[in-house]
């Protein structure tokens, strides 16, 4: 059974930092892009950061030189550094997980984790 499971989420003051987690289990996860996404209330879903299997990154200009992607294929992890956080920052944030191969494209979603950014 395949899951992704986030954890790290909560509430912070404006400039804080929190570091999401989203540990995979039931795939072969270095063969997997992962991203990180969010969606704020009343909002698209929206792609923030995304780490290939071969450890190439790309941010979202919202959150660019502020968040960090990273993996680590030993713990089946990838990682999302977040600092100098805004009110704006306020959504669910969900790790997806995406393979691609010959038998087609295998896409797997976490449950999310609420991260609220607010004095």
């Known amino acids: 059974q395949v899951q992704l499971l986030e954890s790290g989420g909560g509430l912070v003051q404006p400039g804080g930092s929190l570091r999401l987690s989203c540990a995979a289990s039931?795939?072969?996860?270095?063969?997997?892009?992962m991203e990180w996404y969010r969606q704020a209330p009343g909002e698209d879903r929206e792609v923030i950061a995304g780490?290939?299997?071969?450890?190439?990154?790309n941010y979202a200009d919202s959150v660019l030189g502020r968040f960090t992607i990273s993996r680590d294929n030993a713990k089946n992890t990838v990682y999302l550094q977040m600092n100098s956080l805004k009110p704006e920052d306020t959504a669910v944030y969900y790790c997806?997980?995406?393979?691609?191969?010959?038998?087609?494209?295998?896409?797997?979603w976490g449950q999310g984790t609420q991260v609220t950014v607010s004095s």
């Open positions: 780490i290939t299997n071969g450890g190439l990154t």
């Open positions: 039931g795939i072969s996860f270095s063969n997997y892009k």
């Open positions: 997806r997980g995406q393979s691609f191969s010959y038998y087609g494209i295998q896409t797997y």
